[in-house]
């Protein structure tokens, strides 16, 4: 998992035509300086935990803005697949497509996981805040959806 104090690897994936910021079909880390980005890998749209992570980040998204920081999520879910979750859940966030999971590697977050005695490789749910000068300020990983938003926020507001 990347640390804190390291240089959040800059990447340019396809992002989402709804939702927050539309407009650019690609959205390139290092262009959002100098704000801070909330950067949160999800396993996959449209499933419970996603969906509510989603939901809470989209829920404090004007409270992410007033404290200057940008909130991107990024799955392995094509750009059309996140565009009719936006749409679906009226989403107001970004999200992005790591199609080939090389940002999740270079993060971290592409790991071994099992579930009922199977073993595969996807995304572990984490999220990184990335000051507005590119440095990992905090990590969360393993996250447990439930007030991992507002906990987000809560720390962006004591480093601000």
Known sequence: MIAIGETAPDFTLPRTQTGAGSGSETLTLSALRPAPV?????????????TTEA???TRLAEEFAKAGAV?????????????????KHGLGITLVSDAESDT???????????????????IQRATVLIGGDGKVLEV?????????????????????
């Open 38 to 50: 909330v950067l949160y890998f999800y396993p996959k749209d449209d499933t419970p935990g996603c």
């Open 55 to 57: 939901l809470d980040f």
């Open 71 to 87: 909130v991107v999520g990024i799955s392995k879910d094509t750009p059309a697949k996140h565009d009719k979750f936006c749409t």
């Open 104 to 122: 999740c590697e270079r993060y971290g977050t592409w790991v071994e996981k099992n579930m009922y005695g199977k073993t595969y490789m996807g």
């Open 140 to 160: 969360w990983d393993k996250v447990k959806v439930k007030g991992h938003a507002e906990e987000v926020l809560a720390r962006l507001r004591d480093l601000s």
